[in-house]
């Protein structure tokens, strides 16, 4: 069985930093291209940052320069460090795992409020 466990949300001050971690069980983690996505109430979910097997990221425009997308095969996890916040980055944040055209997994997601 398949799970993916997101930690380290919580209230931030606008500017401030917060690290996301995803922890995978139950798959061949390596070999998954794996993603953070965000939803705000009233929103779309949101693709945020997505790393592939090969280490290449990929960053939505609103966050560039100020996040941050890492995996480490050993431990199966995949973080999301993200500095200088935003109001408007407050979301869920959920972990996403994915491979070929059916292997597809969410995470049950985390609070993320940036607020003062």
């Known amino acids: 069985q398949v799970q993916l466990v997101e930690s380290g949300g919580g209230l931030v001050q606008p500017g401030g930093s917060l690290s996301l971690s995803c922890a995978a069980s139950?798959?061949?983690?390596?070999?998954?291209?794996m993603g953070w996505y965000r939803q705000a109430p009233g929103k779309q979910r949101e693709l945020v940052a997505a790393i592939t097997s090969d280490i290449s990221t990929n960053y939505a425009d609103s966050v560039k320069g100020r996040f941050t997308i890492s995996r480490d095969n050993a431990k199966n996890t995949v973080s999301l460090q993200m500095n200088s916040l935003k109001p408007e980055d407050t979301a869920v944040y959920y972990c996403?795992?994915?491979?070929?055209?059916?292997?597809?997994?969410w995470g049950q997601g985390t609070q993320v409020t940036v607020s003062s």
């Open positions: 139950g798959l061949s983690f390596s070999i998954y291209g």
């Open positions: 996403h795992a994915h491979f070929g055209q059916f292997r597809d997994y």
